[in-house]
């Protein structure tokens, strides 16, 4: 009895260790074939062409770094790499064209600070969540606000500026390209943090803002880099101060607001690229690497700083980070102020 009851306890063991065997043997066939697929899908990328959407009109920050790195990537990736720009609802519509594209990384994104961080969280009718409907690949490039005033204005100081707002109640106005973009915001944020109550002055986009600043029409206007430096540079306008707790390499003399009237203040436009979500992590993997080989060179970075831009390497899991505070930065500013749109 022991005999045949150890004989039958060795065959249903085999049979055990067998079926082990085989489910651990059929599991690792599983993940090497899956493995091998996302292998040949990032040697296989990309088949064809692969776009770029940029969610505004030609001309700004965004638009720079899309256009400056499209040659030079698409070498990399062996495959033409067009620009498109898809502008409309302050970034929106080339965002949800985005979001509703397959995930292959042939229809890419270059989101910046308004469209990714802001819009979705002030408009409930923006129709996308960035961090559920996007997949971060890499940040470009991050360039604080500039604080202009017209070559006219009698305020050669941010705490002039300050000090008239804080003593005269809606005696101070500021521009902006449009509600809750992130010049507005950042005017809000200073007017919050140095009590002061000034007058906003939307307007339809960064040109005529700029014009009715350079005529002295408003007081301030928080402006990209890349749009404040040429006048800047002519004497139109002057910086009053950097959005930033660290002064700009492009404009070295000029004070962040950090130094002089509110400590922390820090506020910027940034670009970087995203694919729609749920793309492979080997394409995604291949991209970041490919950006950030570009973004090393000595001339991209050259160019891209000298618009004010800090450039440094990153990886998609650092730039989704980025992405998760900034937004959580501009949530807690939106609630506080109660800005919205629509």
């Known amino acids: 009895m022991n005999r045949k009851a150890d004989a039958e306890g060795s065959g249903a063991g085999a049979v055990h260790v067998g079926r082990r065997h085989f489910l651990t043997t059929g599991c690792a066939a599983v993940l090497l074939a899956a493995g091998q697929r996302s292998a040949l899908a990032a040697q296989a990328y990309p088949a064809h062409s692969v776009n770029v959407i940029v969610p505004y009109a030609p001309g700004g920050q965004g638009d720079l770094f899309a256009r400056v790195l499209s040659d030079p990537l698409g070498k990399l990736l062996k495959q033409t790499v067009i620009v498109e720009n898809r502008p409309g609802a302050t970034g929106m519509l080339g965002t949800r064209y985005i979001v509703r594209e397959k995930p292959d990384g042939l229809n890419l994104l270059l989101g910046q600070t308004g469209e990714i961080a802001i819009i979705p969280l002030a408009n ?21 606000l500039v604080m202009i005033t017209s070559a006219k204005s009698p305020f050669k100081s941010v705490q002039e500026l300050i000090a008239l707002a804080a003593g005269k109640p809606k005696q101070v106005a500021y521009a902006s390209s449009g509600t809750a973009t992130p010049g507005h915001l950042a005017a809000a944020a200073l007017a919050l943090g140095t009590h002061c109550d000034m007058i906003h002055v ?44 660290r002064r700009m390499p492009a404009l070295p003399d000029v004070p962040t607001i950090d130094e002089t009237v509110l400590k922390g203040f820090s506020y910027s436009l940034w670009g970087g690229y995203f694919a729609p979500a749920a793309t492979p992590a080997p394409i995604i993997g ?31 899991e650092q730039f989704t980070e980025f992405v998760r505070a900034e937004a959580l930065k501009y949530r807690d500013l939106l609630k506080t102020t109660g800005i919205t749109i629509g």
Not at 224 to 229: D, K, T
Request: a positive charge; hydrophobic letters at 45%; aromatic letters at 6%.
């Open 124 to 144: 409930k009718k923006a129709g996308y969540d960035p961090l559920k409907d996007l997949a971060p690949i890499a940040l470009v490039g991050d360039s604080p």
């Open 202 to 245: 939307p307007y339809k986009g960064a040109g005529q803002a700029m014009t009715d600043v350079i005529s002295g029409q408003v007081g301030f206007f928080f402006s990209s880099a890349s749009a404040a430096m040429g006048h800047i540079k002519s004497g139109s306008v002057k910086a009053l101060a950097v959005a930033s707790t």
């Open 286 to 316: 291949q991209l970041n690497r490919d950006i950030n080989e570009l973004l090393a060179t000595l001339a991209i970075r050259t160019r891209f700083e000298a618009d004010g831009a800090v450039v440094k390497a990153n990886t998609p």
